[in-house]
Every structure is written in C-alpha cells, then in structure tokens.
C-alpha cells in the first residue's frame, strides 16, 4: 500500500503533522484523510472496472467479427453453395432431356425401309422380351443321374 514511504518516512511525516496542527485537531485532520484516501480507493476501483467492461466488450466486438468473418468465409458453406447449384444444373439437364423425350415421335424402322424383309418381324408389344437363363444357378444341387450320359 504504501510503496513511495517507508515506515520512518510515514513517521517523520505524523511528527510534523502534530506539531503544525497540534494535538486538538490531529484526530479531526486524520478523519479528513481516511475519507479522502477512501474516495480515491473508490475512484480507482470503479475506474478498474470500466476498464475492465470495455477490455471485454473489445474482445467481444473482436469474437462476434471473427464470427462473420468465419460465417462469411466458410469453407463448408461455399462448398454446399456448389453442390446446391450443381443439383440444380442437374435437375434442369433432367428435366430438359425428359420433355424433350416426350416430344420426340416414335419412328419405324431404323434402316429406312417402310416395310420389313422377308423373316423379318417387327415387335409392336411394348412389353420387354423375356429370354432364357444363360446359366443353371449356383444353387441347385445337381444329381449323378443328371450328370451321366443315357
């Protein structure tokens, strides 16, 4: 607390004090400096504390501008902005290809001719054409009898 006076300095001090106020007003005079020390106490702690509150309302303006900073430059955002359009590039790539494919006429054969050749059959069933298993599946057991010629 006292950093600048030493205790003799403090001493030297209270000596003169009671010589040139003299020993009726010392209490009087010791009064006004307890509440005088006592101001500037109270001074100083509330000038700390607004110091304090705008360190922290800087840091904060400095965090909420780090915030936007990152909002605005964020990697993922920019990176779903891209998907987001490239979805839509699709989706309209899509839709043109499908309303042009409804459009288009259904024609007849491919090699110009009107009509077909002879063994030549045209397939007017809009139904697929089924075929024949290429192979036996793996999962049927085949006997011995099946396997020998007769």
């Known amino acids: 607390m006292f950093d600048l006076f030493s ?3 403090i001493l030297i001090m209270l000596v003169v004090a009671l010589v040139v106020v003299g ?6 005079l010791m009064n006004m400096a307890g509440k005088w020390a006592g101001k500037a106490r109270a001074m100083a702690s509330e000038f700390r504390k607004s110091f304090d509150e705008m360190a ?3 840091e904060l303006a400095e965090l ?3 915030i936007e900073d990152l909002k605005k430059n964020n990697p993922v955002s920019d990176i779903a ?3 987001t359009g490239l979805q839509a590039e699709i989706d309209s790539s899509v839709a043109a290809v499908s309303t042009s494919a ?3 006429p259904v024609s007849g054969p491919v090699s ?3 009509e077909p050749r002879s063994g030549e059959f045209e397939v007017t069933s809009s139904a697929p054409s089924q075929t024949a298993p290429q192979s036996v599946p793996q999962s049927v057991p085949q006997t011995a009898s099946e396997n ?3």
């Open 23 to 28: 020993p009726k007003d010392l209490p009087r």
């Open 7 to 9: 205790w003799s300095h």
């Open 148 to 150: 020998s010629p007769s």
């Open 81 to 83: 902005d891209s998907v």
């Open 112 to 114: 110009g001719n009107a």
């Open 56 to 58: 922290r309302e800087s």
């Open 102 to 104: 409804e459009a288009a």
């Open 64 to 66: 909420r501008k780090e």
